[in-house]
């Protein structure tokens, strides 16, 4: 079956500008998270989805991001006036249900360059 | 804030050579752990759970040690393939996983 997908898989964006990161999980997967992944770094935890429902939003490094998962599947993270050190792969990974006991699938992420 | 720490690495071992990762993390409360794979430019994929009384699969054993609080990974019959870097994630209930920065391993034939 279907992996989780996201799209676009790279963005080159000018510092200030907006930009719109989405991300399909796989289908019946309750809950829904995002990462940011800087180079030689571990992926670094921003925000969680169950269903609908942003449970978690506390990994979000300023108010900048805004993420969003309007019908309990496809999810959108948005980054507004970005920055040069926005600049990092973003993660998205889902899982059954839960928080940290099932094992999340990750997408291929979006390598997001801003200059 | 939880950490979690690991060597970095990179380790370089030759082919068919075992080797051994370990991983400390802070938050006591942690009640999950697991070690994900990540390939160049890939996303990580689990490689396996880490349960309290070890377990292992295939020629990957995974230990966990609550009271010292740390996380091991042992890779006998290391493969040209099992280059990749390695990621200790721990989970706490009500805040998700974290992870390590990674172990970077080159295994040479």
């Known amino acids: 079956g279907a992996g989780v997908s996201q799209s676009p898989r790279y963005k080159v964006a000018k510092r200030g500008q907006d930009v719109a990161l989405r991300c399909d999980p796989i289908?019946?997967?309750?809950?829904l998270f995002w990462y940011q992944q800087a180079l030689g770094q571990g992926p670094e935890f921003l925000t969680y989805?169950?269903?609908?429902?942003?449970?978690?939003k506390s990994g979000l490094p300023s108010d900048r991001f805004f993420a969003e998962r309007p019908e309990g599947s496809v999810s959108t993270l948005k980054i507004q006036r970005t920055q040069q050190e926005d600049s990092a792969v973003y993660l998205c990974?889902?899982?059954?249900?839960?928080?940290?006991?099932?094992?999340?699938?990750f997408g291929p992420g979006t390598r997001l360059t801003v200059l | 804030r939880k950490e979690v720490e690991q060597d970095p690495g990179p380790f370089n071992v030759p082919e068919g050579a075992t080797v051994a990762f370990n991983c400390t993390y802070s938050?006591?409360?942690?009640?999950?752990f697991f070690w994900y794979r990540q390939d160049c430019r890939k996303e990580p994929k689990l490689l396996m759970s880490?349960?309290?009384s070890g377990n292992e699969d295939g020629r990957f054993t995974a230990q966990l040690n609550r009271a010292s609080q740390y996380i091991s990974l042992l890779i006998r019959d290391s493969k040209l393939s099992d280059s990749a870097t390695y990621l200790c994630?721990?989970?706490?209930?009500?805040?998700?996983?974290?992870f390590g920065k990674g172990t970077h391993l080159i295994i040479q034939p």
């Open positions: 990974a889902s899982s059954f249900w839960g928080l940290d006991y099932n094992e999340q699938f």
């Open positions: 289908s019946g997967h309750v809950s």
């Open positions: 989805f169950q269903n609908e429902a942003q449970l978690d």
């Open positions: 938050n006591s409360a942690s009640q999950s």
């Open positions: 880490v349960y309290s």
């Open positions: 994630v721990v989970g706490g209930g009500a805040d998700g996983l974290t």
